[in-house]
């Protein structure tokens, strides 16, 4: 029986600790997906012009990570995540000319350079690639949709005609509880808005006690999500 989304997810993140141990690694239990029959009959992709400029992916590079099917079955890809084209693309070799997108499906937790990633469809949540920042537990997680959009050159005159149009990156945190998404903001201020009023005050009181940063690695968020759940 397949495995419900929370459950993936809690998984999913705590594959975080395995950064450091690349391996590959194969059981008999858990979601059985065929990754090297799926990876031979799935068309390679192409490697089109490009019209724009700026990155379209998290990072362009190749990069050694770990595909986890269901629980239980792990195996090492070359990959990338083209956040622009909303897929992870993956190969056995370190050449883009053999690259594939991996199947969009919710059994699929993905490592890669110690960050982890799940397609996901569940409540409220818009479809599609999250970055598991924090799993609090089976239920509340920390989520992160990463978004790039082609921005066009407005033609103004014949100067700049010939400009590309331009990668424009931005990112939605969702504090994900119950199968309920909020947008949260990673603000001193603004990210109390998140949660529910009568919490808001001691909340305020939490960030300004202990002096709560909010960067971008997520901490502040965390920190007051780790406060709301015991409150």
Not at 24 to 36: A, F, L, P, Q, T
Not at 59 to 70: A, Q, S
Request: aromatic content about 10%.
């Amino acid at each position: 029986m397949k495995k419900s989304i929370l459950s993936l997810l809690f998984a999913g993140a705590c594959l975080t600790a395995m950064a450091q141990d690349i391996r590959s690694i194969s059981s008999d239990g858990g979601v059985r997906i065929d990754m090297n029959l799926y990876q031979n009959t799935t068309a390679t992709i192409n490697q089109s012009n490009l019209t724009y400029s700026g990155n379209p992916f998290i990072e362009e590079d190749l990069k050694e990570g770990i595909v986890t099917i269901g629980e239980d079955n792990k195996q090492v890809f070359f990959m990338r995540y083209n956040v622009l084209n909303e897929r992870i693309e993956f190969s056995k070799t370190n050449d883009v000319a053999t690259l594939k997108a991996l199947p969009k499906i919710e059994d699929l937790v993905i490592l890669l350079e110690g960050k982890t990633y799940q397609y996901i469809e569940s409540g409220n949540l818009p479809a599609g690639y999250y970055e598991i920042v924090k799993a609090f537990d089976a239920d509340t997680f920390l989520l992160v949709e990463h978004d790039k959009n082609i921005m066009e050159v407005e033609q103004k005159s014949s100067y700049n005609s010939g400009q590309k149009s331009k990668i424009r990156s931005s990112e939605t945190i969702f504090f994900f509880d119950n199968k309920n998404a909020i947008e949260i903001d990673n603000h001193k201020k603004r990210s109390v808005n998140a949660f529910p009023e009568s919490t808001q005050s001691e909340l305020k009181s939490f960030i300004q006690d202990n002096k709560i940063k909010f960067n971008d690695d997520y901490k502040g968020l965390i920190a007051i999500i780790d406060k709301y759940i015991t409150l």
